[in-house]
């Protein structure tokens, strides 16, 4: 029998590749976009792709129904993926941009589970895959809003696994580092939209920093930086292996990272964290 996956954040990026590849791989895949015509673009391409906003309720239930219509009542995987990022200092963010970013960011995760869990549970098995970060587990300046809503996701995916543990349903973290994506493009209107540095007491250092990485042309990929593919590997090992691991890295800086973690003190990870 075909295996069934709904994959959230396909426009581009690691949901798109992800898409493509696990159809290539013989999955029956459901690829996701919040915007319609995103969905259309993909359609043309040969892939299902039925809306899903994280942020609108409706549209989950709607994209469920579909799915469990097309594959006769059965899914066995989700990758919970679409998110985007307000880059800015914690102290310009206002309070309603960290409500903005976490409808998507981690409520419509939270949201998605609620409604696949009934369907695993009467099939019997499934996997939900969450894509994290390794700012899921260590947080960098100027990133805030986004950092805070992936460490909110790893709290409730440990959480969640624990409580599965009484069932067959595997309950995996994806932690990517730095990939080539679209990420940085697509968080500017938000910037735009919530940060008002120019009022800002930090201006000097927006002006220093974080303009420039968000407006200047982007050159060369970051060090370490991998193509969504990376991701992608790592995805296919999660659901096709007989004992997926609790949580995957991908790239280098999240192994390294996740390393320094356990052996530093606080202190001295801040200290190293800040010459970056």
Not at 41 to 55: F, I, N, Q
Not at 151 to 165: I, K
Request: charged residues 25%; proline residues 5%.
């Amino acid at each position: 029998m075909q295996k069934s996956i709904l994959i959230s954040g396909c426009s581009s990026g690691i949901g798109l590749d992800c898409a493509i590849t696990l159809q290539a791989n013989g999955w029956r895949v459901f690829a996701s976009c919040r915007k319609q015509q995103d969905c259309d673009r993909l359609s043309e391409m040969g892939l299902d792709s039925p809306r899903l906003d994280h942020a609108d309720k409706n549209s989950i239930k709607t994209t469920l129904a579909y799915v469990l219509e097309k594959t006769g009542d059965r899914l066995d995987a989700i990758f919970n993926n679409g998110a985007f990022a307000i880059p800015g200092a914690v102290e310009d963010l206002p309070t309603d941009a960290l409500r903005d970013i976490y409808e998507t960011n981690f409520f419509g995760y939270h949201e998605v589970i609620r409604q696949v869990l009934p369907i695993m549970r009467a099939q019997g098995s499934g996997r939900i895959l969450n894509c994290s970060s390794v700012l899921g587990f260590a947080a960098l300046p100027w990133r805030g809003a986004y950092t805070s809503t992936k460490f909110a996701l790893e709290g409730l995916t440990d959480t969640l696994r624990l409580e599965m543990r009484d069932t067959n349903i595997a309950i995996i973290l994806i932690e990517p580092g730095p990939i080539t994506t679209q990420i940085r493009e697509k968080s500017v209107p938000h910037f735009e939209k919530w940060i008002d540095w120019k009022n800002s007491t930090r201006r000097p250092q927006y002006e220093a920093g974080l303009l420039k990485r968000l407006y200047e042309p982007k050159g060369l990929p970051d060090k370490f930086e991998l193509p969504a593919s990376a991701v992608t590997a790592k995805v296919l090992m999660a659901l096709e292996s007989k004992r997926p691991k609790p949580r995957y890295y991908v790239t280098t800086p999240t192994y390294y990272i996740g390393f320094l973690k356990r052996v530093l003190s606080t202190r001295a990870f801040d200290w190293l964290i800040s010459r970056l």
